[in-house]
């Protein structure tokens, strides 16, 4: 890292990770074109899920090639008048894998409802019912991650 002094270890990027409301995440596909796309993880046994559809453009390049990075932006605060930023953010690089055990795909989810639609244990039960077999989940095993913190002077 270029700026060594806002370096931040693995436990403060992974509080920006669960803290996020969404992460960018990076592939490439099987003819090397990258690919970024926004999702909403949560972290959970210390790895990174997300859902998604059942088949689609970034599950072809996971099957090509299951090395990922998972990018997010903590808060963030514009300082024009100093041309800067003030930020935390984090990086995750690993590798990914979509989720075919049932309970572990069924706690990815419930955690993922429970992080985004806080709408009560009983009613996310009934939507994880009904939406598990047709929803995507994906594992990203964290291999290396950092942080990053500008908090200014």
């Not at 060594?4 to 990076?26: C, M, N, Q, V």
């Not at 970024?36 to 996971?62: R, T």
């Not at 039960?125 to 047709?134: F, G, H, P, Q």
Request: with cysteine; hydrophobic share 40%.
């Amino acid at each position: 890292m270029r700026r060594a002094e806002r370096e931040r270890g693995a436990e403060f990027a992974l509080e920006i990770l669960k803290k996020s409301e969404y992460a960018t995440l990076s592939t490439v596909s099987a003819d090397g074109e990258p690919y970024g796309v926004p999702v909403h993880i949560v972290v959970l046994n210390g790895a990174i899920y997300f859902h998604c559809a059942a088949e689609g453009h970034k599950l072809d390049n996971i099957a090509a090639n299951p090395n990922v990075c998972v990018s997010a932006v903590g808060e963030m605060r514009l300082v024009p008048e100093n041309f800067t930023t003030r930020y935390e953010s984090a990086i995750a690089f690993g590798r990914c894998a979509l989720v075919t055990d049932a309970e572990e795909k069924h706690a990815a989810l419930v955690a993922i409802c429970e992080k985004f639609t806080p709408v009560g244990a009983e009613k996310i039960a009934s939507v994880v019912e009904r939406t598990l077999e047709k929803t995507g989940i994906c594992r990203v095993t964290i291999e290396r991650i950092t942080g990053k913190q500008n908090e200014g002077e």
